[in-house]
């Protein structure tokens, strides 16, 4: 394990971006050097996308123009998080070795001409990677620039050709033993899949039409593992030459390719990719959401926003420009929430390829713009921040997140295509983000008792240890909230028998789900005490329970919707239906002020959000975010690091860090 810390090599907290100095002549590296003095950049990331330039032929490496950028940044008083390649492999391996090409389910080989094109699980491609990656780190360990390691860029790449084909049946092996096993996990019996060999399972290629539930998720969890084992090869290749932290960069908020509690596991500092699709409000809770989401893969240590733009990225078919303070506001959303630093793709804007319009902080307009100056600003307000630096962040209320639970729940033949995991969970975050509670994610079979309210919005997959740990922590004083069509199944996705959710939960719950019952896609429905629904109810009853709301319109009608349940120390929440956003946010707001669960900093109006990191040592930092149009007048004046003096009022939209007494 490492000891050195980034924040310490930096003298404070991080900021800067992805340098692609490759793509520029040398007036322009000039000119960045001045820039990046100007906006305060301590940190970029170099050499992302460079292997083409690293290795121009197979074995044959050039890294005398790397030799000279690093020699370059490090007299400029920048340090470099160095990456390795392998992201983007260069035309000469895909000529050489065409069956490391990914083949998409449909069985289409992929060609070269973007990025991201190599199957993890291609041997030609794992020993290309890996031998970079020893080449860099034997090389550049002791350069006096290099701060970090930054393996590959958002791994994502799904495969279904033959070396997955092959590497799936031995994870599938180690997993489930024998054939026989493999058969009942996947409920072969139905439609005639009985496998006879082990040749006989496939990866989930295109097929017919719905295909077999347990295959599908037991291949989210094997590329997964095939992810985790490329990045450690490529870990253990740099560690055997520096003791420098190593990490690669997860893709948030949106896509689910990787088990990311497992990765948090494996990388010395938590590495997060954050851009928020919508603008204003929403972006802010999409932040805090990433945000959040980070710290807890980190197990609650400190990380790091590897990457944000300047603007939003395809809100929809467009990218929406940052308002004026939002590259701020959005920056300081993730160092309070514990992130080391802020750092953006990319420095300088693109003049060709791919992302020649993909925002920077450094526009094509150049140092004399908005974006530069507010970009400038912003390096200015972190640099000041350095004290914060390795304070980390307390939350007492959690929404409990599982890859398998979202892999189950994208799986063909559900009642219902309006479940929507993701969805779900932004919406539980976004309760409580509004109730200003700062919030952790949890993992549904990791110790809970730090936390006061624990929601769980789409825990439709829930092992049975996950369902004997929540019952657990109800027991033991804590408020849980479990939301429709949860604990439906079991960890091999098959249906739990005897009535939902999993038994030891629904002791906790004191109710039984007899049936789910969606609804059609314009049925509203009001429940007793005047809150709307829609989408989705269940028939249940309660066996212990209380109702606190029932259904009135049709067949429900007079039967449970939401229920409430004294068990043990604590109390298990149910609720059956989905309410409208704003009965939702009434709920949470609810069960959080019943927990005791407030504002890091109480006294402040609802527009402020605030989240208070803290040292080891007791020293306390309140971030607070204006997100109103009106002023704020702090309940007594505090000391603020971003303008170094006191501060007694907050203006609309500006952002403090306050040294709390
Ligand atoms: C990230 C990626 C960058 C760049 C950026 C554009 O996901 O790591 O290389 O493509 O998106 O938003």
Redesign the pocket.
């Known amino acids: 394990m490492t000891t050195h810390r980034l924040t310490d090599r930096l003298g404070g907290l991080a900021f800067g971006g992805?340098y692609n100095p490759e793509q520029w002549d040398a007036a322009t590296w000039k000119e960045d050097d001045e820039l990046m003095h100007r906006a305060g950049v301590n940190l970029v990331t170099v050499g992302?996308?460079s292997w083409a330039l690293l290795e121009p032929e197979e074995g044959r490496y050039a890294f005398d123009w790397l030799d000279a950028h690093l020699d370059r940044l490090h007299a400029a008083g920048v340090a470099v998080d160095l990456a390795t390649p392998t992201a983007s492999p260069p035309p000469w391996f895909t000529l050489a070795h065409p069956e490391a090409m990914p083949v998409t389910p449909e069985g289409v080989r992929l060609t070269h001409g973007s990025?991201d094109t190599y199957c993890l699980a291609a041997p030609a491609y794992r020993e290309a990677a890996r031998r970079i990656a020893s080449a860099l780190a034997e090389r550049y360990a002791d350069h006096p620039a290099v701060a970090m390691w930054h393996v590959h860029?958002?791994y994502a790449t799904l495969c279904h050709c033959e070396h997955t084909a092959a590497a799936f049946r031995d994870w599938l092996r180690e997993r489930h033993g024998s054939l026989d096993a493999l058969n009942e996990a996947w409920g072969t019996a139905f439609w005639s899949q009985r496998y006879g060999s082990w040749e006989q399972v496939q990866p989930p290629r295109a097929t017919q039409w719905h295909g077999n539930p347990g295959r599908s998720v037991d291949f989210s969890r094997f590329f997964s593992d095939l992810t985790l084992a490329a990045y450690r090869e490529q870990r253990d290749a740099i560690r055997a030459h520096s003791d420098l932290p190593v990490t690669t960069?997860f893709?948030l908020p949106g896509y689910q390719t990787l088990d990311l509690w497992a990765f948090g596991r494996e990388v010395d500092l938590v590495a997060i990719?954050h851009?928020p699709c919508a603008p204003g409000v929403d972006a802010a809770a999409d932040t805090a959401f990433g945000a959040d989401r980070a710290r807890s893969f980190a197990g609650g240590r400190p990380w790091l926003l590897m990457?944000q733009?300047t603007n939003t990225?395809y809100a929809g078919d467009r990218t929406l420009p940052k308002e004026p303070g939002d590259i701020l506001r959005h920056s300081l959303g993730h160092v309070a929430r514990g992130s080391e630093g802020a750092l953006f793709?990319?420095w300088r804007q693109s003049r060709a390829g791919a992302?020649f319009f993909?925002s920077a902080l450094v526009p094509h307009a150049g140092a004399d713009s908005r974006v530069f100056r507010e970009a400038a600003a912003t390096g200015a307000a972190v640099g000041r921040l350095a004290e914060l630096a390795g304070s980390t962040v307390h939350a007492r209320a959690a929404v409990l997140h599982d890859s398998d639970a979202w892999w189950a729940m994208n799986v063909n033949g559900l009642p219902s295509a309006e479940l929507d995991y993701h969805g779900s969970l932004r919406r539980a975050h976004r309760a409580l983000w509004d109730a200003r509670v700062t919030t952790d994610f949890a993992h549904p079979e990791q110790d809970l008792s730090r936390y006061r309210l624990v929601v769980a919005p789409a825990l439709f997959l829930l092992s049975d240890a996950g369902a004997a740990n929540l019952r657990a922590y109800v027991e033991g004083g804590g408020t849980l909230l479990v939301q429709p069509f949860s604990g439906a199944v079991d960890e091999r996705v098959q249906a739990r028998l005897g009535g939902y959710p999993a038994a030891p939960l629904r002791e906790a719950l004191g109710i039984r789900v007899e049936e789910y019952r969606p609804l059609a896609a314009d049925a509203e429905l009001t429940l007793s005490d005047g809150s709307r629904a829609r989408s989705w109810s269940e028939s249940l009853r309660t066996e212990g329970a209380e109702t606190v709301a029932a259904y009135t319109d049709g067949t429900l009608a007079g039967l449970p919707a939401l229920t409430r349940h004294a068990f043990g120390a604590g109390h298990g929440w149910y609720l059956s239906t989905r309410l409208d956003d704003a009965a939702y946010a009434a709920l949470v707001a609810a069960l959080a002020a019943a927990a005791g669960l407030g504002p890091d900093v109480p006294g402040l109006p609802a527009a402020v959000e605030s989240v208070t990191r803290r040292a080891g040592d007791g020293r306390r930092w309140h971030v607070l975010i204006n997100h109103g149009s009106d002023p704020v007048t702090l309940p007594e004046p505090a000391h603020d690091l971003l303008t170094g003096g006191p501060l007694a009022e907050l203006a609309p939209g500006g952002c403090a860090v306050l040294r709390a007494h």
């Open positions: 992805d992302v996308f990025r860029n958002e960069n893709m990719d851009y990457e733009g990225v793709f990319q992302e993909h």
